[in-house]
T-cell receptor, first 114, second 114 residues
Framework: GAVVSQHPSWVICKSGTSVKIECRSL??????MFWYRQFPKQSLMLMATSNEGSKATYEQGVEKDKFLINHASLTLSTLTVTSAHPEDSSFYIC??????????FGPGTRLLVL | SQKIEQNSEALNIQEGKTATLTCNYTNYSPAYLQWYRQDPGRGPVFLLL?????KEKRKERLKVTFDTTLKQSLFHITASQPADSATYLC?????????????FGRGTSLIVHP
């Protein structure tokens, strides 16, 4: 149980285009989903917290107009990187939380912006 | 500010030995700490959680301790195997009033040599 999927697993796009990443909890309903970004040899940096049916809460320094988060249901959250640029290239990981302290992570999405 | 610190240097040990990883926290007192394993290009996987009122928690070859005096958690892998090679992340949460904001340490890379 507690499986989280992400799609796509990797994506290459041209600078200026938008990319959408989906995060799904497959066998449970998540009250909260988190989006992280991870650069090589760095830790996970929390970008935003997403609660179903409400606006996402963004961490300081994360542009909410650039990283659009939609949490339309208890099993799906999406992250859209708008007008992507090479500096947005990174490993994006989502996680889901039901209640309690444990997060269940997706496998990650590697984004490369050319 | 609240910080989670892990030794950024890789830990190299011989197969069969016990690996010990350290997590230190500063400027706050977390109610619990979690340890996750992350393999390259993958999302983290939950291993163990220990609460502030617990001195030690075990799961198979894994053991975690929590010393609130030293503000430190130790993560042990006994009888280590090459398959244990990965990055291990210490995670806490910050926030007040019941809010849950994950904070990750940078992670320590463990390399178990056959």
């Amino acid at each position: 149980g507690a499986v989280v999927s992400q799609h796509p697993s990797w994506v290459i796009c041209k600078s200026g285009t938008s990319v959408k990443i989906e995060c799904r909890s497959l066998d449970f309903q998540a009250t909260t989903m988190f989006w992280y970004r991870q650069f090589p040899k760095q830790s996970l940096m929390l970008m935003a917290t997403s609660n179903e049916g409400s606006k996402a809460t963004y961490e300081q320094g994360v542009e909410k107009d650039k990283f659009l988060i939609n949490h339309a249901s208890l099993t799906l959250s999406t992250l859209t990187v708008t007008s992507a640029h090479p500096e947005d290239s990174s490993f994006y990981i989502c996680s889901a939380r039901v209640t309690g302290e444990t997060q269940y992570f997706g496998p990650g999405t590697r984004l490369l912006v050319l | 500010s609240q910080k989670i610190e892990q030794n950024s240097e890789a830990l190299n040990i011989q197969e069969g030995k016990t690996a010990t990883l350290t997590c230190n926290y500063t400027n706050y007192s977390p109610a619990y700490l979690q340890w996750y394993r992350q393999d390259p290009g993958r999302g983290p996987v939950f291993l163990l959680l220990i609460r502030e009122n617990e001195k030690e928690k075990r799961k198979e070859r894994l053991k975690v301790t929590f010393d609130t005096t030293l503000k430190q958690s130790l993560f042990h892998i006994t009888a280590s195997q090459p398959a244990d090679s990965a990055t291990y992340l210490c995670v806490s949460t910050r926030g007040s009033g019941g809010s849950y904001i994950p904070t990750f340490g940078r992670g320590t890379s463990l390399i178990v040599h056959p």
